[in-house]
């Protein structure tokens, strides 16, 4: 038997955000964009529309990016080369065991020379690498249906850099 895997450590420091639309999502997607570096891994939790995606496309159009920017929910990987640093972007929404994560071989995107921002992280299971930050996505109360704009995004820093991160990301909010 293999024995458990050492719990996750707790975070550093948190921080809660609203966003009223989409308009606030790519001011902070913007700031969250200079925060990061190659090597830099980031996750997003969040239901189904609560807007992982949608960040991600704010975090690309602030690197320069101008295409467009697929959902990765089929390919499981997005990449794209930008002027400062390449940006892979994860969508493991289709794993159904960590032993997918363990067989695509994605390993070696991870703390190399891009940013790795990874939709469901949970799904990949333990060996996925841990992140500088972790948000979380969630519609704001009072919009139970998902039909308004407002969300509320949790963030858990981890370590130096995470905080560094945060800090950077949450500057002038
Ligand atoms: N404040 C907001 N932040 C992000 N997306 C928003 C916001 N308000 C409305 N939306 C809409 O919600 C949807 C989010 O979809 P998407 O980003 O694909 O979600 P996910 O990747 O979490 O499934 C998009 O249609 C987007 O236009
Ligand atoms: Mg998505």
Do not use: Q
């Amino acid at each position: 038997m293999t024995p458990p895997a050492p719990a996750p450590a707790p975070p550093t420091a948190t921080h809660r955000l609203e966003l009223a639309d989409e308009a606030a999502t790519a001011a902070f997607a913007s700031r969250l964009a200079a925060a990061l570096g190659p090597g830099t891994v980031i996750w997003l939790s969040g239901g189904l529309g609560a807007g992982k995606t949608t960040l991600v496309r704010g975090v690309l159009r602030a690197l320069g990016h101008t295409g467009k920017v697929r959902s990765p929910t089929f390919t499981l990987l997005e990449p794209y080369n930008l002027v400062r640093f390449p940006v892979y972007h994860f969508d493991f929404y289709r794993f159904s065991s960590a032993n997918e994560w363990r067989d695509a071989g994605f390993d070696e995107y991870f703390r190399g020379d891009g940013a790795c921002l990874v939709e469901w992280p949970d799904l990949a299971g333990p060996d996925l690498p841990r992140p500088e930050l972790a948000l979380r996505l969630g519609f704001a109360d009072g919009d139970a249906g998902g039909t308004g704009t407002a969300r509320v995004l949790e963030i858990d820093a981890f370590g130096d850099a995470g905080l560094r991160c945060l800090n950077a990301a949450v500057a002038a909010s």
